[in-house]
């Protein structure tokens, strides 16, 4: 039975976060080794990998095979809750068992098929070509990402404005929706900027961002950013000239 399953990190359960280092994930499989449930949340550790991930309540037992997509990676992090403190946990979007029929996985749908929330998040983790340099014209009047990485100290609470493509959108975390946005400048990892934002856009728009940029924070729940662009406001962008 194809059943994804949004993960929305709740406050209650992030506040219960030691401060770990976050790092973004993408796709993942395995066979399941241990399953724990607590409360409206699974965690299980795959076979394979050794790896623990943790999402929203999922029917499954030791021996499953399982698929999951997207999340953050917590390093470090320490579960009040379980009492247990795990070197690295990956907390993900959306996960589900898979059988033999693998055109009901999170690879693909059969035709005809996806009309609620599990289009939706499979349709906003669609992969996106990168900027290669040059590709995205800066604004007039605005910054590159590269400008804002290095300038990120003094522009530290400062409204700036930014053109890019959207890479990535991972919904509903924390009451926000936190979008990955890159415009062919920089270098890894300063190469990308994270917005955080009420508005919702789609994986490979153009978009002009604006927002105030925050530098070295910890918002409280094991999240940890060199910067954000905070209360991003997003309109879309002409074809690059």
């Known amino acids: 039975m194809n059943n994804f399953r949004p993960m929305a990190l709740l406050l209650?359960?992030?506040?219960?976060?030691?401060?770990?280092?976050?790092?973004?994930?993408?796709?993942?499989?395995?066979?399941?080794?241990?399953?724990?449930?607590?409360g409206?949340?699974?965690?299980?550790?795959?076979?394979?990998?050794?790896?623990?991930?943790?999402?929203?309540?999922?029917?499954?037992?030791?021996?499953?095979?399982?698929?999951?997509?997207?999340?953050?990676?917590?390093?470090?992090?320490?579960?009040?809750?379980?009492?247990?403190?795990?070197?690295?946990?990956?907390?993900?979007?959306?996960?589900?068992?898979?059988?033999?029929?693998?055109?009901?996985?999170?690879?693909?749908?059969?035709?005809?098929?996806?009309?609620?929330?599990?289009s939706l998040i499979t349709q906003r983790s669609t992969s996106v070509q990168v900027p290669a340099p040059g590709e995205i014209p800066p604004l007039p009047?605005?910054?590159t990402i590269a400008d804002i990485m290095t300038q990120a100290t003094q522009l530290n609470e400062?409204?700036?404005?930014?053109?890019?493509r959207v890479i990535k959108v991972s919904p509903n975390i924390m009451g926000k929706n936190w979008i990955t946005l890159r415009d062919g400048t920089g270098t890894t990892p300063d190469d990308k900027l994270i917005a955080t934002s009420k508005e919702m856009v789609s994986p490979g728009e153009l978009v002009i961002a604006k927002g105030v940029i925050k530098n070295d924070i910890d918002i409280g729940s094991g999240y940890q950013y060199k910067v954000l662009l905070e209360q991003a406001e997003f309109s879309k962008s002409e074809a690059a000239p």
């Open 141 to 143: 009047d605005g910054m």
């Open 12 to 38: 209650t359960i992030l506040l219960s976060f030691s401060a770990v280092v976050a790092d973004e994930v993408g796709t993942g499989s395995g066979t399941i080794a241990e399953v724990i449930d607590v």
């Open 40 to 118: 409206s949340y699974t965690y299980v550790q795959l076979k394979e990998q050794g790896v623990w991930i943790a999402t929203s309540r999922l029917s499954a037992s030791v021996g499953d095979k399982i698929e999951y997509r997207g999340g953050m990676e917590m390093r470090g992090f320490y579960s009040k809750t379980l009492d247990r403190k795990f070197d690295s946990i990956i907390f993900v979007q959306a996960a589900n068992r898979i059988g033999e029929d693998v055109g009901n996985t999170l690879h693909g749908k059969k035709k005809g098929e996806g009309h609620g929330t599990e």
């Open 158 to 164: 400062q409204s700036v404005s930014v053109r890019a």
